[in-house]
C-alpha cells in the first residue's frame, strides 16, 4: 500500500511513496517551463509535490519538501555553471531548495492539523477545502519570499511561467503572477486533498472524481478568460538589433567589440529598409551593447548618432556608466540624430553576487578567488521606469527592464505607474551559452506582455530575441547566436490591467490564507496534543 495510517487515523503517503512522489513532483515541474515547455505537466507536478508533504509530520515534510526542491532548482538552472562554475550554482540551488523544505513543513503541519480542528472533521468538503486554499496559499508565499529573501530575492521558476505557451495565459492579465501560481496550485491540490479525505472516511471513490471535476472547472474558467481589455492610443514601428556579440564575463574580445557587433548589425538592418522602402520609429539595442561610458566616447557617440540620423529614429542603448559615489550603473540611453538625450534608466535589480557583492569581506572568506571576479559594485537605480522617447510616431513612454528587472513584479508596476506605453526588456544572455535560460527569461518576458498588457520587445546580445504583443503571440523572433534584426508594428497602450490594479491584493489575499491555514494546522495539532495529554 502507498498509503499509511498513524495512531491518530491520518493518512499520508508511505516515505518510500511521497520520496518518489516528492521526486518525480520536482522533475515535471522543470519540464513544464523552457526548454521543454510542457505546460500540462505542472499540474501533476504540483499535486505529486504536494501529496508527497500532505498530513506528514514536520520534520520529513522539510525532508520530502527539499527533495522536490532539489529535482526540480539543480536542472532548472544548470545554466548558473556554464561560465560560473558549480559553487555559485550549488548556493543559490540550496537557498531555493530551502525554500521549498520550508513549504514542505508548512504544508506538512497545515494539512495534519487542520484534520484535528472538529468544525472541519464534520464535513469531508469543508476539510479538503480548507486544506487545499492552504497549500496553495502557501505555494504562493513560498514564491513570494524566494522572489524577495535575501538581497532582493530571485523570483525566477514560478508556476504561472509554466503556461506562457498555453492556453491559460490570458487569466494572467486578470490575476498575476502571484494570482496565477495560487490558482493553478488550487486546482492541481483539490484531487489530492478529496483523495485524502476520502480514503481518511473510507468513502468511495466518487468524491475523487468530484474533486477532479471541480479542478478541470476552475481551468476550463481560467481559460476561458480573454485577455483584459486596454486602450491602444496609437502603434509603433519598432527595431530591435541582436549583435551576436562576444559579450559574456570571460569572454576573449577587445575593447569595442561589443557595440562594433551591433553598429554593423544595426547597418545591415537600415540597408534593408532603405532597399525595401521602409521606415521605423525607434530601433533598440540589448543590455550593455554600447559598452562602458558610451556619452564619453566621442567616437561612438558621433557614429550612433549619425546612425539615429540615417535611420530617422532615435536608439535605445545600453551601457555601463560610473556614479560619483564610485559605483556603477547599468543603464539605458537613447540617442537621436544630435547625441545622448536626457533619458535615463539605470536597473533597479542588479544582481547580487554578479554586478555587486554584497557582504564581501564574509564571503571573500569563503571563496576568494570567486568574489574577487565580481570587481565593480553596482547600485540599484532610483530613476522613473519609463523612458520618454521623441519618435516619429509622436513622444512616446517606453517601460525598461534591463535583463532579470523583468521577473519582479513592483518592475511590472513601476513601469505601468511610470506610463509605459510599451516594455523593452534589454538584456545581455550571453554568459548562459546555448542552455535553457533565454528560453525561460522569455518565457517570463511573454508571461508579462500579458500580465501588463503590452508588447514587449526582449532583445539579447545573442537571443533569444523576440518582440511579444499584449496577448503573449510573437510578432518577430531571431535565430539565437545570428547577427541579425527584427522589426514589428506594436500598440501602444493606456492604462492599467486588473492584474497590475489589484495583483499586490490577490497576493497579499493568498499569502493570508496559507498563513491562517498555518496558524490553523499548528492549533490543531497543540490542541489535539493537549486532548492527549489529559485522556
Not at 487542520?114 to 464534520?122: D, K, V
Not at 478529496?194 to 472516511?201: E, G, I, N, P
Not at 533597479?348 to 571573500?364: D, G, H, I, L
Amino acid at each position: 500500500m502507498l498509503v499509511r495510517t498513524d495512531a491518530n487515523g491520518t493518512r499520508a503517503l508511505r516515505w518510500y511513496a511521497s520520496v518518489i512522489a516528492a521526486v518525480a513532483g520536482g522533475l515535471l515541474l522543470d519540464a513544464a517551463t523552457p526548454g521543454l515547455s510542457w505546460w500540462p505537466l505542472a499540474f501533476p507536478a504540483v499535486a505529486l509535490v504536494c501529496a508527497a508533504v500532505w498530513q506528514q509530520r514536520a520534520r520529513w515534510g522539510f525532508l520530502v519538501g527539499a527533495l522536490a526542491g532539489a529535482a526540480f532548482w539543480m536542472p532548472h538552472i544548470g545554466w548558473l555553471t556554464l561560465y560560473l562554475g558549480p559553487i555559485p550554482w550549488a548556493a543559490l540551488c540550496a537557498l531555493m531548495i530551502l525554500w521549498f523544505g520550508l513549504f514542505g513543513v508548512a504544508a506538512a503541519v497545515a494539512t495534519r492539523g487542520l484534520r484535528r480542528i472538529a468544525i472541519l472533521r464534520r464535513s469531508a468538503a469543508a476539510l479538503a477545502g480548507a486544506q487545499a486554499a492552504s497549500v496553495a496559499g502557501l505555494w504562493m508565499l513560498r514564491e513570494q519570499l524566494q522572489g524577495a529573501i535575501p538581497y532582493g530575492g530571485f523570483a525566477w521558476g514560478r508556476l504561472a511561467t509554466t503556461q506562457a505557451d498555453g492556453p491559460l495565459l490570458q487569466s494572467v492579465s486578470w490575476l498575476g503572477f502571484a494570482g496565477l501560481s495560487a490558482l493553478l496550485a488550487f486546482a492541481s491540490v483539490v484531487p489530492v486533498a478529496v483523495a485524502l479525505v476520502a480514503r481518511d472516511r473510507g468513502t468511495s471513490v466518487r468524491p475523487v472524481l468530484v474533486g477532479v471535476a471541480a479542478s478541470l472547472a476552475v481551468l476550463v474558467a481560467l481559460a476561458a478568460l480573454p485577455a483584459a481589455p486596454l486602450e491602444q492610443s496609437g502603434a509603433l514601428r519598432v527595431a530591435a538589433v541582436q549583435g551576436n556579440s562576444k559579450s559574456g564575463i570571460f569572454d576573449d574580445r577587445e575593447a569595442g567589440g561589443v557595440i562594433r557587433d551591433h553598429f554593423t548589425a544595426t547597418e545591415e538592418l537600415l540597408d534593408r529598409l532603405e532597399a525595401e522602402g521602409r521606415t521605423v520609429d525607434v530601433i533598440v539595442w540589448p543590455e550593455n551593447s554600447a559598452e562602458f561610458a558610451a556619452p564619453d566616447q566621442l567616437i561612438r557617440s558621433q557614429r550612433l548618432a549619425k546612425l539615429a540620423e540615417r535611420a530617422g529614429a532615435p536608439i535605445v542603448v545600453g551601457t555601463v556608466l560610473a556614479n560619483e559615489d564610485g559605483t556603477y550603473s547599468n543603464s539605458s540611453l537613447v540617442w537621436n540624430s544630435e547625441g545622448p538625450t536626457d533619458a535615463r534608466y539605470d536597473k533597479r535589480y542588479p544582481v547580487p553576487f554578479a554586478e555587486y557583492m554584497p557582504n564581501r569581506p564574509f564571503f571573500r572568506a569563503i571563496v576568494p578567488d570567486l568574489v574577487d571576479l565580481v570587481q565593480l559594485e553596482y547600485a540599484p537605480g532610483t530613476r522613473p521606469s519609463a523612458l520618454e522617447v521623441d519618435t516619429s510616431a509622436g513622444v512616446i513612454r517606453a517601460g525598461i527592464a534591463i535583463c532579470f528587472d523583468i521577473i519582479f513584479d513592483p518592475q511590472a508596476v513601476a513601469m505601468a505607474s511610470d506610463g509605459a506605453q510599451v516594455i523593452f526588456a534589454q538584456t545581455n544572455n550571453a554568459d548562459f551559452g546555448r542552455t535553457d535560460e533565454s528560453a525561460q527569461q522569455l518565457a517570463i518576458a511573454r508571461t508579462r506582455a500579458v500580465e501588463m498588457g503590452r508588447a514587449v520587445v526582449n532583445d539579447s546580445t545573442v537571443g533569444t530575441s523576440a518582440v511579444v504583443a499584449p496577448d503573449g503571440r510573437s510578432l518577430d523572433e531571431l535565430q539565437p547566436f545570428t547577427r541579425d534584426a527584427m522589426v514589428a508594428e506594436v500598440p501602444l497602450v493606456e492604462g492599467l490591467t486588473p492584474a497590475l490594479r489589484f495583483g499586490g491584493a490577490i497576493a497579499s489575499v493568498g499569502v493570508l490564507v496559507g498563513v491562517l491555514g498555518l496558524a490553523g494546522g499548528v492549533f490543531g495539532l497543540v490542541r489535539a496534543r493537549r486532548v492527549s495529554r489529559h485522556g
